[in-house]
Every structure is written in C-alpha cells, then in structure tokens.
C-alpha cells in the first residue's frame, strides 16, 4: 500500500494503475522492472529498492556465500505446497541478508504504521525485491512447481487501497498466489496468499492467517 501525500504519491498510485493493466498469469516477472527502469535482476548485478516506489536503488550482487544461503534457506520441496513455503523461507533470507547493506533493517509491516520513517519499504519495493529473489531461485533450478509472473495489483480507490505483490503461478492447477512481503516487518517470511483471496483485500489483521490448507 501506498501513503497518498503530495506528488509523490500521485505518480506512485499511477504507477500501480499502470502496472496492474495487462498483467495475467502468462506475463513477465519483468514487468516492475521495466517500468522503473531497472535491469532484469542477475546474480551477478541487481538492485535492492527501497526508499517508496523504489525511489532508492541499491547495486549489489549475490556472493557465493550468499547464494549457499540462499539455496539452504529454501530447503527442500517436493510438493508445490512445499515449494511455495520454501519461497516464503528464501524471500525472509535474502531480506536478512540485504536490509543491512540498505539501512532498512528497522522496516515495520505496513506503510502506513511507519510512514515517514527512515528505512520503510513500501509496497512496490517489497514486490520488486521478492520477484528478485524469485527470479533468483528459478535460475538456479529450484522452482519445479512454480511459474514466475508479474506483480498483482488490487484496489484503485474502490475496492481499497492501492497495494501490489510479487506473484507466482502453480503449473498444475494455474493458480496464482501472492507472495506478499509487504505486511510483515524487515526479515520476516512473507504471507503466501491465493490471488483469489488476496485480491478481494485480504489483510492478516483483518482477516487472520490464511488457512494452511489454502497457501
């Protein structure tokens, strides 16, 4: 979600608007990349966003070391359950591992809770930064049951406040999940939400964990 002040947030809800058109389960993970600018993340070079709308951009790199952890972090999965719960694990990881290089490391869940403050991410950075980290695992071959895709976007107003997600897709059943990093603080898994469900507004403070036998 996004705090609506001045002209900021005016080009940063447009910015959502456009990227929610012509988004579907078929289309590239590259999409919020592209529209900001950014090259399509490689292990070699990409960019951690933060600072709203990726507003701030930080050039790193995944080390060797940090690419074993990576590959620990995400565990084993021989299920599509499994692997989209060994997602979550990677995404909090490389949050971790990246937050402290950013200065983001104090990030609270929710931009509006700590709007304002130095070190928030919004949503459109959490999405940029998770669909990275996704990018990452299926270049290394671990997503076997999974498709990556663009972002989701929910809510214009009507129907709620504007908000974004990093998204995958099941292979088998078509269905889309969101991977939604935005409502926990810096480091924490992110909620594994059906798109379903997700685009209807959910929010874990409203409405609770989502139920295991649905993630």
Known sequence: ???????????????????ACAAGPNSSPNMVF?????????MTSYQYCHGYGCAKQLSLKLSDQEKFG???????????????????????????????????????????????QSGQLDCEDESANTTTTLIFLQELGLLKHHRLRSQVTRGFFIGGWPHTSAAVVDSASGKSYAIDSWFESSGVKPHIVPYEMWSSGWDPQKDGPVPAAQQ
Do not use: C, H, W
Not at 1 to 19: A, E, N, P, T, W
């Open 1 to 19: 979600m996004v705090g609506l002040s001045g002209r900021f947030s005016v080009l940063l809800v447009i910015s959502l608007l456009l990227g």
């Open 70 to 116: 990576l590959i620990s972090a995400f565990g084993q999965a021989s299920t599509a359950y499994e692997e989209r719960a060994a997602m979550a694990k990677a995404v909090a990881y490389m949050e971790q591992t990246n937050a402290p290089k950013a200065g983001t490391e104090s990030d609270i869940g929710g931009t509006f809770t700590g709007y304002g």
């Open 34 to 42: 592209e529209r900001k600018g950014i090259s399509k993340p490689k």
